[in-house]
């Protein structure tokens, strides 16, 4: 299990990346992000080409509150800076694999990289 790092890009930088990008907002005391992990994990374990940046979310902490987050763990789906899909404390694989589809496409994970 990754951990959210306490070191977050900007949201300049977000905004530039080009691709798909996960951000998950969350805190590794979190019981929430503990509980998500189980469905987390395998899903970007399917997805190895789309990176998932694990952020420390909370007070001060700019780059949640730009995306307005909420509730941890929180998932935002970006393509191209542009947010494609989101899923708050997910509950399933299903959910967070439904939004990674709304991001890569049903092939994705099949696809070959030339």
């Known amino acids: 299990m990754s951990?959210?790092?306490?070191?977050?890009?900007?949201?300049?930088e977000i905004d530039?990346?080009?691709?798909?990008v996960v951000?998950?907002?969350g805190t590794n005391w979190c019981g929430y992000c503990l509980s998500a992990?189980?469905?987390?994990?395998?899903?970007?374990?399917?997805?190895p080409?789309?990176?998932?940046?694990?952020?420390?979310?909370?007070?001060?902490?700019?780059?949640?509150?730009?995306?307005?987050?909420?509730?941890w763990p929180t998932l935002i789906f970006l393509r191209d800076g542009?947010?494609?899909?989101?899923v708050v404390r997910p509950t399933s694989r299903q959910v967070i694999d439904d939004a990674m589809?709304?991001?890569v496409g049903p092939d994705a994970a099949a696809t070959p990289t030339p």
């Open 23 to 25: 951000l998950a907002f």
């Open 101 to 103: 589809h709304v991001l």
């Open 3 to 12: 951990e959210y790092e306490e070191a977050q890009p900007t949201r300049a």
């Open 16 to 20: 530039a990346r080009e691709g798909p």
């Open 37 to 47: 992990e189980r469905f987390i994990a395998p899903a970007f374990d399917a997805h």
């Open 49 to 71: 080409e789309v990176p998932l940046i694990k952020t420390e979310d909370g007070r001060g902490r700019p780059l949640g509150r730009s995306f307005r987050v909420k509730l």
């Open 82 to 86: 542009a947010e494609v899909a989101r």
